[in-house]
């Protein structure tokens, strides 16, 4: 038993009749691009902690497989909204994980699990390769900076040119071209996310 845990199984005794007859070996197979994607989670200063209901050998087997150092394991299904939370407070397999997701602040699916644990997800990876976490985190923040700054110019433009306006000093003419220079400068700004590249695809477009 201690051997199948140090390797990141799980191991389920089989009995009938009240004896053990059989023991059955199982493990989560760990996808090829699992480290890559949590290095990358790193690099945008986020703390990757693996969250399960696996033995503390098996989890910690698999942690250190994939870069992660925090691990919480022996977690029962009901039990990972209670952990989630207390994450918050402090700053796996689909179908026990779905209260989870939708108890985090971003609750993100492979799309090749379960459809509960998809309907309960903010996020769905269809290609079902974790390093389109990342792609979509770093996506979502150079959207959000876009949006503020055009919002900070446009504005920035109306309570520059409102009181210019009122006291009779711009020309309705200029402030007609600035506000069409400000419309496009939004427009052109928000066009600069098409040239966005992630590591799962070439580009987006």
Request: aromatic residues 4%; charged residues 20%.
């Amino acid at each position: 038993l201690t051997a199948a845990q140090d390797l990141g199984r799980t191991p389920i005794a089989v009995s009938w009749d009240g004896a053990v007859r059989g023991l059955v070996v199982v493990a989560d197979t760990v996808k090829p691009t699992s480290f890559r994607a949590v290095a990358e989670l790193r690099a945008l200063g986020l703390a990757p902690v693996l969250l399960t209901g696996d033995n503390e050998r098996a989890a910690r087997a698999v942690a250190a497989e994939i870069g992660v150092d925090e691990v919480i394991s022996d977690v029962l299904p009901w039990d990972k909204v209670e952990v989630v939370q207390r994450l918050q407070g402090e700053g796996g397999d689909g179908v026990n994980d779905a209260a989870a997701l939708a108890q985090s602040d971003l609750g993100i699916a492979m799309g090749t699990g379960t459809d509960v644990a998809i309907e309960a997800s903010d996020l769905t990876l269809v290609s079902g390769d974790l390093r389109a976490a990342p792609d979509a985190i770093s996506l979502s923040r150079r959207t959000l900076r876009t949006i503020k700054g055009n919002l900070f110019w446009a504005f920035a433009y109306n309570v520059a040119a409102i009181p210019l306006a009122m006291a009779g000093l711009l020309n309705p003419i200029v402030a007609g071209a600035a506000m069409a220079f400000s419309s496009i400068f939004v427009v052109s700004n928000s066009l600069r996310l098409r040239r966005f590249r992630g590591r799962t695809q070439p580009e987006l477009t």
